[in-house]
């Protein structure tokens, strides 16, 4: 297996969520969405959010993990199979892979636009 010199991250929406995305010109973390209440259905389990909320990052005191935007760095997540077996009692959304939307990018550049936007330690959502 290679290693690509221009790595990617990836991340999963519904469909029915792209038009508040591209509305608000943001990918937004967990909290914010919590706070927030933006249109759509939400793929990930329940629980994992909930901890998310609660772990804190020790690279940056006072972050917890769902103040971040999550992200892949492969494009077949174990959540996206999970989703396509439409059966784990946790999942709110149980229509299968079908209206899951990849969002992909560069990390490079990704990481460029942060640092020029003075973005990423504090910021809850990720936009470009």
């Known amino acids: 297996m290679s290693i690509s010199s221009t790595p990617?991250?990836?991340?999963?929406?519904?469909?029915?969520?792209?038009a508040s995305i591209?509305?608000?010109?943001v990918l937004w973390c967990d909290a914010e969405m919590q706070r927030n209440?933006?249109?759509?259905t939400s793929i990930?389990?329940?629980?994992?959010?909930?901890?998310?909320?609660?772990?804190?990052?020790?690279?940056?005191?006072?972050?917890?993990?769902?103040d971040c935007v999550p992200f892949y760095f492969c494009p077949r997540s174990v959540m996206?199979?999970?989703?396509?077996?439409?059966?784990?009692?946790e999942l709110p959304c149980r229509g299968g892979q079908e209206p899951i939307v990849h969002l992909e990018a560069e990390v490079q550049e990704v990481v460029d636009w942060a640092e020029r936007?003075?973005?990423?330690?504090?910021?809850?959502?990720?936009?470009?």
């Open 37 to 40: 209440l933006r249109p759509g």
């Open 8 to 18: 990617r991250i990836y991340h999963i929406v519904h469909g029915d969520r792209l």
């Open 22 to 25: 591209i509305a608000d010109g």
């Open 117 to 128: 936007n003075e973005q990423g330690r504090e910021a809850g959502g990720v936009s470009g």
């Open 44 to 66: 990930g389990m329940s629980t994992i959010k909930e901890r998310r909320l609660r772990k804190r990052l020790n690279s940056c005191p006072g972050l917890r993990v769902g």
């Open 80 to 89: 996206l199979y999970v989703i396509y077996k439409k059966n784990h009692q």
